[in-house]
């Protein structure tokens, strides 16, 4: 090995790379690839860290891992497997989270450099602030699909991973998913959260029945509604759901009739619901369609079991065998570990089963579109199929950018964009122009991070700002709140420190327009600042976010529009006129941050090529583009049905 490397790199990197110390983050699809490079390539000292195992999907292109091997940690096996390809090189696994305490800023110092080789956002932006902290360099990679990215982030040389704003996690009302769904995704979150009512863990956020406290319904829910003897036993609130069905030791027959016959009535009952929209259509557990004479068959496509269509009736069935068997799962995780409940995982056949049938069972009644297994997974778990090859690539360029950096050649680690549709010049990999610098506004590498928080004050509590904002949408892990002034401590990492502020309101505290917090994070050495406006709470029919994050409080405005000269031509006037007016529209709140976001990345994503050569940060889970001509591909994945949910009433 040694040889190979003397005739292939220069003797200093050569030097470099054997003086080096290499953490992989990620034992994945690219992370298997990654790790195979650094091994084959000499590199002396590796570590790696994965906390997940290791899964019979996962070996279609995780090639480090066989069937054997199903069910072991992931950093473990991908170590003994990759030694044997050169027993000289030193790797050391972890079997844990990055996040952990354990891996604090001591950790990351020890490394000359970082790969990182994730699946989530979280745990990017976590490594993120600890290479900055650590003034170590990272190298991020990502895939879609037949599409990927590497790029450098070097604190002070080059855009950090969250110094473009990722697009926001989609969000739904309650009220449309428990009463007027009207896309299949509206139907695979009511049937995941049906899942977590009957088995899941208790949430009271995650109720199906149908909502009567809808304002589109104006109160008229509930007079005309069916007394049926499984309303009567089971009129059921989202509290006794699981104690009920549990009652009828999840009879499929008595649960499909509360939930798609009685619930449906129940909403037939809201007339307001129904007076623009295709009323639902309640179905009998003994006349499922394609089950009586007369009816279209299941349609059957060749190819895969699981991209073949269901009739409805045979979602009856696979409602009623996937009850059973996860009735069966329930019971048999109750005496071996006093587990009261189950985790519902797209891998595990019986419950993605469950909702797969429930979904389409819900689509047809509301005149869905019905959608294939295979699709409702991929919706349903956030799936971006994963290329074999496109990884392998991927993890290429990861260490070519290694060997330029332990060169000390920074500035050429430009961020490289793979393309499955290549440009003008015949490209596969499209290169920028040069290293984005980092992004003077950015509330994580900014010499003074800030953000304005915008929010109703008299409505969200001390723990919604902890769980939503702090940790959620700004990715801290263990946060401490001091307000600016006063020096109020409103929130501390400490355990049971501050617990008797967690249901008091944001005013309750002294928090209110106006108020500038000071956050700490010590787990990850990051300060932040952050500036509080107030915001009114949108109502229950609105898709507008809780709360919103911007880095600048002008975002928060709306833009006046200069009005465009008047011309002769009267139509044109007409036009230029109706044309202003939609401008000066006050914006969605929903809006504005993508708004920001989209003018940051046509700022700093500019290449040597075309204008359709350049695109934004690619994660497995977020994909996105920031081109103004690529702005119909833009709309389109942002619609995808593939990107995380999250229901707020």
Not at 176 to 205: M, Y
Request: aromatic content about 6%; some cysteine.
């Amino acid at each position: 090995m040694a040889a190979n490397m003397k005739g292939m790199l220069q003797e200093d990197l050569r030097a470099a790379i054997l003086k080096s110390k290499v953490l992989v983050v990620g034992a994945g699809g690219i992370g298997c690839e990654i790790l195979k490079n650094l091994v084959m390539s000499g590199f002396p000292d590796v570590e790696i860290i994965d906390l997940d195992t290791i899964d019979v999907s996962n070996l279609n292109r995780q090639f480090l891992f066989q069937k054997k091997h199903v069910g072991m940690s992931k950093a473990k096996v991908a170590c003994e497997t990759a030694s044997t390809f050169n027993p000289d090189v030193k790797i050391k696994h972890y079997h844990d989270s990055i996040t952990s305490p354990d891996f604090g800023l001591s950790f990351f110092k020890r490394f000359t450099i970082v790969l990182n080789a994730l699946d989530n956002r979280a745990a990017r932006n976590h490594v993120n602030r600890m290479c900055l902290a650590a003034d170590v360099p990272l190298i991020e990679s990502g895939t879609a699909g037949y599409e990927g990215q590497v790029e450098l982030i070097k604190k002070g040389l080059s855009q950090c991973y969250e110094c473009t704003p990722k697009a926001a996690q989609k969000t739904f009302p309650g009220c449309t998913i428990r009463n007027t769904p009207s896309e299949p995704i509206h139907c695979i979150v009511w049937a995941k959260h049906l899942f977590n009512q009957l088995f899941g863990e208790d949430d009271p956020d995650q109720d199906v029945s149908p909502d009567t406290a809808d304002p589109e319904a104006a109160d008229i829910a509930g007079k005309e509604a069916l007394q049926s003897e499984s309303n009567n036993k089971g009129n059921i609130d989202r509290v006794s759901t699981r104690i009920w069905a549990q009652s009828c030791d999840y009879d499929p027959e008595k649960l499909f009739t509360k939930l798609f016959h009685d619930d449906i009535k129940y909403l037939l009952s809201m007339d307001n619901l129904w007076k623009k929209r295709r009323p639902p259509t309640p179905l009998n557990w003994r006349e499922l369609p394609d089950g009586v004479a007369g009816c279209s068959k299941e349609i059957n496509y060749p190819g895969l079991k699981d991209q073949q269509r269901w009739s409805i009736s045979k979602c009856g069935s696979i409602f009623a065998e996937s009850l059973k068997n996860l009735n069966q799962a329930l019971r048999a995780s109750q005496e071996k570990s006093s587990t009261n409940f189950l985790v519902w995982d797209k891998d595990d056949q019986h419950a993605m089963d469950f909702v797969a049938a429930c979904a389409n069972i819900r689509a047809y009644i509301f005149g869905i579109p019905q959608k294939t297994r295979f699709d409702i997974k991929s919706m349903a778990g956030n799936i971006i199929p994963a290329i074999a090859t496109t990884n392998a690539i991927i993890a290429g360029m990861v260490v070519l950018h290694a060997y330029q950096v332990l060169s000390n050649n920074l500035q050429a680690c430009r961020s490289v964009y793979l393309r499955l549709k290549m440009n003008h010049r015949n490209q596969l990999l499209v290169p920028e122009k040069a290293l984005n610098p980092p992004n003077p506004k950015c509330y994580v590498c900014a010499p003074t991070p800030q953000a304005v928080l915008a929010v109703d004050t008299a409505n969200m509590t001390i723990k919604e700002l902890e769980e939503l904002v702090l940790k959620n949408r700004l990715n801290m892990i263990a946060p401490d709140v001091m307000i600016d002034g006063t020096g109020a401590v409103v929130i501390s990492s400490e355990e049971g420190e501050t617990d008797c502020n967690n249901d008091k309101k944001l005013e309750e505290l002294g928090i209110k327009d106006g108020t500038i917090l000071k956050v700490d994070d010590f787990h990850q050495n990051y300060s932040l600042t952050i500036f509080v406006v107030y915001r009114e709470k949108p109502g229950p029919k609105d898709d507008s976010p809780l709360f919103l994050i911007t880095a600048d409080k002008d975002a928060l405005k709306p833009k006046e529009i200069e009005e465009k000269p008047s011309t002769s031509n009267g139509q044109q006037n007409a036009t230029v006129s109706a044309d202003i007016a939609a401008k000066k529209r006050k914006p969605d709140s929903t809006d504005v941050e993508d708004i920001a976001a989209k003018k940051r990345k046509l700022q700093v994503n500019k290449t040597d090529d075309d204008d359709d050569d350049d695109i934004c940060i690619i994660d497995s889970n977020d994909v996105s583009y920031s081109n103004s001509s690529e702005l119909t591909k833009t709309k389109k994945l942002e619609s995808s049905e593939d990107d995380c949910l999250i229901v707020c009433d």
